[in-house]
């Protein structure tokens, strides 16, 4: 519970590549220097599913990825906002012609789409901080569905 109240007003980022170049990721890691500074946002970039809000995420889904991509959709908590970056993530981009499972649309929900390739990294930050207010909306609604059950707990 605790942990909830401190992560309400931020936005956790789990970046996942399912197979991509590593071009769409590079540019989401500059997202992290001094120049774009994506925390100054509130806005926190990992590879942690259990603890992400949205998931961003890149590349064609190779045959690898498929299940992987749906394993760590599942144990991402709600809002589960996820955002396709890059023609691969949209539409399997230059790797189209291969064998791909993909789109990412195709293995789970995606809430937007940013083509490119790779999107530039001020493009990445707007998609995120439109996103935010959806997200950081859906918490509340959850952290006070919580507190209200835990108090009810708590009459019973
Ligand atoms: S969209 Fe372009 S930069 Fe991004 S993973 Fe695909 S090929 Fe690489």
Redesign the pocket.
């Known amino acids: 519970m605790i942990k909830d109240f401190v992560r309400k007003r931020s936005i956790n980022v789990c970046l996942v590549n399912t197979g991509?170049?590593?071009?769409?990721d590079i540019e989401i890691v500059s997202c992290l220097a001094p120049r774009y500074d994506i925390e100054q946002y509130g806005i926190y970039v990992h590879n942690n599913p259990r603890e992400a809000d949205v998931l961003v995420v890149?590349?064609?889904v190779t045959g690898a990825w498929e299940k992987r991509l749906l394993e760590i959709y599942e144990k991402t908590p709600e809002p589960k906002i996820v955002i396709a970056v890059?023609?691969?993530?949209l539409s399997g981009?230059?790797f189209k012609e291969g064998h791909i499972h993909g789109p990412v649309d195709k293995v789970i929900p995606v809430d937007a789409k940013l083509p490119?390739?790779?999107p530039r990294p001020s493009e990445i930050i707007s998609a995120v901080v439109s996103i935010a207010p959806d997200a950081l909306a859906a918490k509340e609604k959850l952290l006070n569905q919580k507190l209200k059950e835990e108090k009810n707990k708590v009459k019973a």
Do not use: F, S
């Open positions: 991509g170049c590593n071009g769409c890149t590349g064609p890059g023609a691969c993530a981009g230059i490119g390739c790779p």
